[in-house]
T-cell receptor, first 115, second 111 residues
Framework: KAGVTQTPRYLIKTRGQQVTLSCSPI?????VSWYQQTPGQGLQFLFE???????NKGNFPGRFSGRQFSNSRSEMNVSTLELGDSALYLC??????????????FGPGTRLTVL | ELKVEQNPLFLSMQEGKNYTIYCNYS?????LYWYRQDPGKSLESLFV?????AVKQEGRLMASLDTKARLSTLHITAAVHDLSATYFC???????????FGTGTRLQVFP
């Protein structure tokens, strides 16, 4: 069974540019979440999507946005990049449902460096 | 606001020794998770704890949950070098996949 995949794995951008990261969940998983990991702030929740609807959003500025497609694949976009956006961006998927006892499975992450 | 605290932040221990990592959270939650992260890698799921008194064991790791005390522990028995990693606990908001992570405990096991 294939795991969560993320593309690209590494990305270098300059300040002011925008970036789009992609995540393909495990087959059958309809819930996708995004997290940002930095040495200073640790792991922070960005968004959660379920059946193409954003169900939760973390405390990030509006430059951070996301979406989910009908096949459960998800993208996140960061506009007007800042140096502080340099981080490892992790995507996770789960079978989330009312009676789900499943965990979230994390992808390998996209390492974004902003110069 | 849900907060999750882990201690210790750093743990250097000798092979063969036992130790416990503690995870406190500030409000009621559906479930508690433990993850492992190796340097430069993603998060690997270790345990999901769903109810008060839950205990799960895998190899040298055992996790438990006390929902009344809002406390989970990850106990390491007879540590080996391969357990060197950063361990995170996390709790989720009711019926969501929004995980709130602890600060992580960086474990180093030396001979």
């Amino acid at each position: 069974k294939a795991g969560v995949t993320q593309t690209p794995r590494y990305l270098i951008k300059t300040r002011g540019q925008q970036v789009t990261l992609s995540c393909s969940p495990i087959s059958g998983h309809r819930s996708v979440s995004w997290y940002q990991q930095t040495p200073g702030q640790g792991l922070q929740f960005l968004f959660e999507y379920f059946s193409e609807t954003q169900r939760n959003k973390g405390n990030f500025p509006g430059r951070f946005s996301g979406r989910q497609f009908s096949n459960s694949r998800s993208e996140m976009n960061v506009s007007t990049l800042e140096l502080g956006d340099s981080a490892l961006y992790l995507c996770a998927s789960s079978r989330r449902g009312p009676s789900s006892t499943d965990t979230q499975y994390f992808g390998p992450g996209t390492r974004l460096t902003v110069l | 606001e849900l907060k999750v605290e882990q201690n210790p932040l750093f743990l250097s221990m000798q092979e063969g020794k036992n130790y416990t990592i503690y995870c406190n959270y500030s409000t009621t939650s559906d479930r508690l998770y433990w993850y492992r992260q190796d340097p430069g890698k993603s998060l690997e799921s270790l345990f999901v704890l769903l109810s008060n008194g839950a205990v799960k064991q895998e190899g040298r790791l055992m996790a438990s949950l006390d929902t009344k005390a809002r406390l989970s522990t990850l106990h390491i028995t007879a540590a080996v070098h391969d357990l060197s990693a950063t361990y995170f606990c996390a709790v989720d908001m009711w019926q969501t996949d929004k995980l709130i992570f602890g600060t992580g405990t960086r474990l180093q096991v030396f001979p």
